[in-house]
């Protein structure tokens, strides 16, 4: 469908003379259309030229704050993501125990390696310890030979936390939840190049909307020019000038209604326009673009070309719902394993060098030792508790997914109804847009050879603006359509975004 903003202008298509001075309107300076090179700064694109729809998508995708603020949320996620792998950092201890004073004089000192591993929940360690002077009996295990002992070991969990525990939940959780915050910033990137899209079209619509109420103001102004100057001379009754004043008064309040109405839609569109400093700005009249080098509204049958069901299982809040059923998963199981027995293992090896030391000859050996420990709450009602509410949290994940699955399958088709009436209102009022103009053509002709009436030309003339009106509104609603189509079915490069 062609442009049909540019469309509409009473002056290319109305009659000569009295009519044709009526119509003298000086169009808006027109300059080139050329999309501005990604590498240009944000202030010189937008205040260079006339302002484009893929000016305002790059100026909100760059710099506008709730995108921003996305992209910190994402970066929080990740440090969590960092954090919860520090569980599984190597820790080493040293200690050092001496008597300063007494009958004994014993002392060691030690360091100790220990590594978290994920199978099993394990832990695997290593010391090295060496001791001197004597120790009362209850110590004696703190001997060592005199070049000290070597110690190597494991600990395991066979039942509980043998295949989840906090710490491997923990870092699988902050994976989903960084892969959500991900997809929460193209969720705020689509919902602002949306709104972006949508404010800037509202302003090129108000924008035109000013036009066609200048020029029937102007037809007005021409016309009581005219009329004073047959009153003077009495070819013309005086209510037809004063008739003519009420029209201009009329005139003037809907020029003034369609400012305010302009300078509402700029502000709006100043919110998602920012310079490279993130301060906003508004665009002025002067930046309105030239409609008629403007790409026309894709048809409904290009844009449904790709499956719809492809399309909503790929939009973020579905991908999101995805991840945040894992993660209600994953927390099931985590406290189904709070309902487990601990059964936990250890094996050691141990091995002292050198000449043998105060503690005789039974330190002077390669010991192995193995252990198990076992417990169990006999009532478990904590555990059964976070279990039941973690199963509660999964079931309403799976529903809300539901929901939010069926509302956008709701609002897509109803997207695509609201973008092919748009457009067949489009069609409708460029033609009553030409038969009005015809009409306002024929009155004018009957006027002025004296078989017309003053009231139905006016009549004709703002019959012929509302027309004008509609027909930029309807242009409106379909570019508003297409716009919200875009965002629905995430075309990144229609939203700016690739």
């Known amino acids: ?61 760059l710099t506008f704050p709730a995108i921003l603020e996305a992209f910190e949320r994402e970066a929080a996620a990740r440090s969590d993501q960092l954090s919860a792998d520090g569980a599984f950092d190597l820790m080493l201890k040293g200690e050092y125990f001496d008597r300063l004073t007494g009958f004994y004089s014993g002392g060691f000192g030690k360091v100790e390696a220990r590594q978290p591993l994920r199978p099993y929940g394990a832990e695997v360690f290593g010391s090295y310890r060496v001791s001197n002077g004597d120790f009362p009996t209850y110590e004696n295990y ?51 190049q949306h709104e972006a899209l949508r404010a800037y079209w509202r302003w090129v619509g108000a924008g035109e909307e000013i036009r066609v109420f200048e020029e029937l103001l102007e037809i007005a102004e021409a016309r009581q020019i005219g009329l004073t100057r047959e009153v003077n001379e009495g070819a013309r009754a005086r209510i037809a000038l004063t008739e003519n004043e009420q029209n201009l008064l009329a005139r003037r309040s809907l020029l003034e209604e369609a400012k305010r109405n302009f300078l509402t839609a700029a502000n709006s569109l100043g919110f998602y326009l920012r310079g490279s400093d993130g301060q906003m700005f508004v665009p002025t009249r002067e930046m309105l ?47 189904r394993n709070d309902l487990l027995p601990k059964l936990d293992g250890t094996v050691e090896l141990s091995r002292d060098f050198g000449q043998i030391g105060p503690g005789g000859p039974g330190f002077d050996s390669t010991d192995t030792v193995v252990g198990l420990t076992f417990t169990v709450p006999l009532q478990r009602r904590e555990a059964r508790g976070r279990v039941q509410r973690a199963e ?107």
Do not use: C, H, W
């Open 1 to 61: 469908m062609p442009p049909r903003f540019a469309f509409l202008r009473l002056g290319a298509l109305l009659g000569s003379g009295l009519v044709g001075a009526a119509l003298t309107f000086a169009p808006l300076p027109a300059a080139a259309q050329d999309i501005a090179p990604v590498g240009e700064p944000i202030d010189v694109a937008l205040k260079t030229g006339p302002l484009l729809p893929e000016e305002v998508l790059r100026s909100s995708a």
């Open 142 to 192: 703190n001997y060592t030979n005199q070049l000290g002992e070597i110690k190597v070991g494991a600990l395991f969990s066979l039942l509980r936390n043998r295949d989840i525990d906090s710490r491997r939940f923990a870092i699988e959780d902050t994976r989903l939840a960084a892969s959500q915050a991900r997809l929460d910033v193209l969720l705020a990137q689509l919902n602002v």
């Open 392 to 498: 509660a949290e999964l079931r309403e994940t799976e529903l809300r997914q539901r929901r939010i699955a069926d509302q956008i399958t709701t609002e897509v088709g109803n997207i695509l109804v609201n973008l092919n009436t748009a457009l067949k209102l489009a069609d409708l009022a460029d033609a009553e847009v030409k038969q009005a103009i015809q009409m306002v053509q024929a009155e004018r002709t009957r006027f002025r050879l004296g078989a017309g009436d003053f009231f139905f030309v006016n009549q004709r003339e703002e019959s012929a603006a509302n027309a004008q009106i509609k027909a930029i509104r309807a242009e409106l609603a379909g570019r508003l359509a297409e716009a919200s189509y875009n965002a629905a079915t995430m075309n990144l490069s229609a939203l700016g975004l690739e």
């Open 289 to 335: 673009p030239d409609l008629s080098r403007m790409k026309a509204i894709a048809p409904v049958e290009q844009l449904v070309s790709t499956p719809m069901n492809a399309v909503i299982q790929n939009r973020p809040e579905l991908q999101t719902f995805r991840l945040a059923l894992e993660r209600a998963n994953n927390r099931v199981e985590l406290r």
